[in-house]
């Protein structure tokens, strides 16, 4: 079974955090997220997270700290997932490689049908504020 590494990103900017909705026809297309994808070989967490970011939302960020790595087996893949706090810098946000996004307070994520993946990352973001 495929296993990867992927990075993602919870940017904060004025009490809001961008989330991002997944393309039609992605694996689990049209589901919440937090931006980012998968670490290149090259790559440490923080180095793929501004790439990512950039190339799907046009933002530059600064990386800060680890939230979490959650590991979740999806039917066909397992996906290691490394979240951090990042805080936006500059940029106007674009949907370059994702189907939507918004800011959101941290009361307003459970509203959101994210990746199965990350509902222990929405949990402990809900829990601890
Ligand atoms: N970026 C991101 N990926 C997630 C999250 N939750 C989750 O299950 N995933 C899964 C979906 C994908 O199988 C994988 C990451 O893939 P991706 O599509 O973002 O990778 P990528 O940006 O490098 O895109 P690509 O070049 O492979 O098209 O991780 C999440 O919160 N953020
Ligand atoms: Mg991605």
Redesign the pocket.
């Known amino acids: 079974m495929e296993v990867?590494r992927?990075?993602?990103a919870v940017i904060e900017r004025n009490a809001e955090i961008l989330i991002a909705q997944?393309p039609e026809g992605?694996?689990?297309g049209l589901?919440w997220?937090?931006?980012?994808?998968?670490i290149e070989p090259e790559e440490d967490v923080a180095g793929c997270l501004k790439r990512?970011i950039k190339?799907?939302l046009d933002l530059n960020i600064e990386v800060g700290q680890k939230i979490t790595v959650v590991e979740?087996h999806?039917h066909d893949?397992t996906?290691i997932?490394h979240?951090h706090w990042c805080r936006y810098l500059n940029g106007d946000a674009k949907a370059l490689?994702c189907q939507n996004f918004k800011w959101v307070r941290l009361d307003e994520l459970k509203q959101y049908d994210?990746?199965?993946?990350?509902r222990p990352?929405v949990r402990l973001l809900t829990e601890d504020h």
């Not at 997220?33 to 998968?38: A, D, L, M, S, Y």
């Not at 994210?114 to 990350?118: E, P, W």
């Open positions: 990867i992927v990075a993602a997944r992605a694996h689990m589901k997220e937090f931006p980012g994808g998968k990512e190339e799907e979740h999806y893949k996906v997932l979240c490689a994210f990746a199965d993946a990350d990352v």
